[in-house]
């Protein structure tokens, strides 16, 4: 079945206005604690959820976007979905699955291919989003499912010199269970990450090549950035999807493409439901952080200086001059429901520093209403803390595993269902 959707005829652009008093890194005052969530940076006092959401949160994202992941991109001007391919008997017939082919902006800028699964017979469902570190192909056998043409990292199955191969089918099924998530009721939608933007720094290539050459703007956009504007790009079909309930969105990611989800979250309202997995530093991890087996500012934005923008690199000798810490991207995304989920044995990821920052986001919970959003201890092993702003911690490594979908669908069975 080949037929094309046009989904939005016109977006507005909304040009980014740096605020004239935003001065260089170097400039900032050293704030040694987490900066308050509820003071603007003149001073003023921030006491209701409409001055939260008039004054501070706008003030906190062009800060965001201005020292870290740079400017949040225009959206395109036209953006249009054709079905690639569908098969309603799917997934031992329980799923129909389709591949989504997502245009937008002039013709030589890269498209999405949205892979996605819906449980038959239980739409419109509550859909889980996400991108995926190497390939569509590598979640299913299905030999429909389209085999990435952009460049990949060598270490994904099946890749060689850079191009991933039918060698990987099926071979990362257990990141993205599609089986699994569908027979428990719910949607699934996924993208190789490196259709927007190859995972990989100074090439001009993927959605960085629309951007002007040799530019030396230190808040240019970033990987991180460009992968979270994706998601966007995503939901833009998703909520268009009629086997899709578009008010049960839930963003999920693990690792960098977890910094990407907390951030996809953060940015855009219609994700109901946000699950950063491990994401460490440059995501839920403060980047003020006590935890000295943790990955550093000066450490992540010297091994992949693509995924922030130029200015976040000015803080790596002093994270104090930040304005902000990564509460303040978790607290863009009240009242909804946010879950932090990390492994006993990841401490590059931080897993008590994501707590700590968890806890420094309540008080803009608090604004929305909810009197505990937060455990007041960092809970146990395998036990989920499902309050608003959720925690869970098993044993074992850095991965992203068939057992953690089950928490994810804990946590999204509680506010979603
Ligand atoms: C690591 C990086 C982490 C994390 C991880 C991953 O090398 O230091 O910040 O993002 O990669 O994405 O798997």
Redesign the pocket.
């Given at each position: 079945m080949r037929f094309s959707l046009t989904l939005l005829a016109m977006f507005t652009t909304t040009a980014f206005v740096r605020p004239a008093d935003f001065p260089p890194p170097h400039q900032l005052p050293s704030i040694p604690e987490f900066p308050d969530l509820l003071t603007l940076r003149d001073g003023t006092k921030i006491n209701t959820q409409k001055e939260w959401e008039e004054k501070r949160r706008p003030e906190l994202k062009q800060l965001l976007e201005t020292y870290m992941y740079g400017r949040y991109p225009a959206k395109p001007s036209r953006i249009a979905a054709k079905i690639l391919f569908e098969d309603a008997h799917a997934l031992n017939g329980k799923g129909t699955l389709r591949e989504v082919e997502i245009t937008f902006g002039p013709d030589d800028w890269p498209k999405l291919y949205l892979l996605v699964a819906v449980p038959n017979g239980k739409t419109p469902a509550p859909c889980f989003v996400g991108a995926n570190f190497g390939g569509n192909h590598l979640l299913t056998t299905h030999d429909k499912v389209r085999i990435p043409t952009v460049w990949v990292p060598d270490r994904y199955p099946g890749v060689v010199k850079n191009q991933a191969t039918a060698q990987g089918r099926g071979q990362q099924a257990d990141t993205w269970p599609l089986q699994s998530i569908i027979d428990n009721g719910y949607a699934v939608a996924t993208f190789y990450c490196g259709d927007i933007q190859p995972d990989r720094p100074f090439v001009r290539e993927g959605m960085r090549a629309t951007l002007p050459e040799d530019s030396k703007d230190p808040s240019e956009t970033a990987t991180i950035m460009w992968w979270a504007w994706g998601i966007h790009r995503a939901v833009d079909y998703l909520v268009t999807d009629k086997s899709i309930d578009a008010k049960r969105l839930a963003v999920v990611g693990?690792?960098?493409?977890g910094?990407t989800a907390l951030l996809a979250g953060a940015f855009d309202d219609r994700i109901a439901v946000i699950i950063p997995h491990q994401s460490?530093?440059?995501g839920a991890a403060p980047s003020r952080s006590q935890n000295e087996k943790a990955?550093t500012v000066k450490?992540?934005t010297t091994?992949?200086p693509h995924w922030f923008c130029g200015n976040f690199k000015l803080f790596g000798d002093d994270v104090t001059r930040l304005p902000f810490d990564q509460h303040a991207l978790v607290a863009l995304c009240a009242p909804r429901p946010v879950l932090m989920t990390n492994a006993e044995e990841d401490q590059?990821?931080n897993p008590s520093g994501q707590f700590d920052v968890l806890r420094a986001a309540a008080p803009v919970y608090r604004l929305y209403g909810d009197s505990q959003p937060v455990a007041e201890k960092m809970p146990q092993l395998n036990t989920l803390s499902a309050s608003r702003l959720g925690y869970f911690i098993r044993p074992g490594k850095?991965s992203m595993t068939p057992a953690d979908w089950k928490i994810y669908m804990q946590f999204t069975d509680k506010w979603l269902k």
């Open positions: 693990h690792s960098r493409l910094k460490g530093c440059g990955e450490r992540i091994s992949f590059w990821a850095h």
